[in-house]
């Protein structure tokens, strides 16, 4: 990996998806497998993770996650739409619990005004029980500091974490 990724983070997540029976795929663009790995250096994350899709380019993202050209077209790849149908379709493609999605410029090159280098949508997508209405997707941006490599290191560990903050919500809910 890049730089050191905290995997006592990716252990508190596999621990809370155990303990729940639930399970987990990610659909990764800026973080190129960077969260599938720091999830599968964890010994026994078979138990609970299913899948990592390494969907970089536009075409990627709509085939193998249903991401809408509309939403490509109009926002751009690195944009909380993107983000929200990318988490939703690999949690439902793969048919897990948990469905975690990043999508950013990592840099060096690439930013706008809007979106500067550094810049990271992370969606975390629940499927709750069928008839339950309890399934969503939250979104957060972030703008990271920081090289590549940083920028990708910092995505994984806010990923986990946010991933970590739900998984605790939803036990308390």
Same mark, same amino acid.
């Not at 303990?19 to 599938?36: H, P, Y």
């Given at each position: ?17 155990? &303990? *729940? ?18 999830? @599968? ?18 075409? *990627?993202?709509?085939?193998?996650? $249903?991401? /809408? %050209?509309?939403?490509? &077209?109009?926002? +751009? *790849?690195?944009? *909380? ?7 939703? +379709?690999? %949690? ?15 840099? =060096?090159? !690439? ?6 280098? $550094? ?9 709750? =029980?069928? !008839?339950?209405? /309890?399934?969503?997707? @939250? ?8 090289? %590549? ?25």
């Amino acid at each position: 990996m890049d730089e050191a990724i905290d995997l006592d983070l990716a252990e508190r997540v596999g621990d809370a998806l155990r &303990d *729940a029976d639930e399970t987990l795929s990610v659909a990764e663009s800026c973080t190129g497998g960077l969260i599938g790995a720091a999830i @599968t250096a964890v010994p026994g994350s078979s138990d609970y993770f299913d899948a990592g899709l390494c969907t970089y380019a536009y075409d *990627a993202k709509r085939r193998h996650l $249903g991401v /809408s %050209r509309e939403a490509l &077209d109009e926002h +751009g *790849a690195v944009s *909380a739409p993107v983000a929200r149908q990318m988490a939703r +379709g690999v %949690r439902d493609v793969t048919d897990v619990t948990w469905g975690v999605a990043t999508t950013g410029i990592a840099g =060096p090159t !690439g930013g706008t005004e809007e979106n500067p280098v $550094g810049t990271v949508y992370i969606g975390v997508a629940y499927a709750g =029980p069928w !008839g339950s209405e /309890s399934s969503y997707v @939250t979104v957060s941006r972030y703008v990271f500091d920081g090289d %590549r490599a940083a920028i990708r290191a910092a995505t994984v560990e806010q990923a986990l974490s946010n991933l970590l903050a739900e998984l605790e919500r939803s036990r308390v809910s």
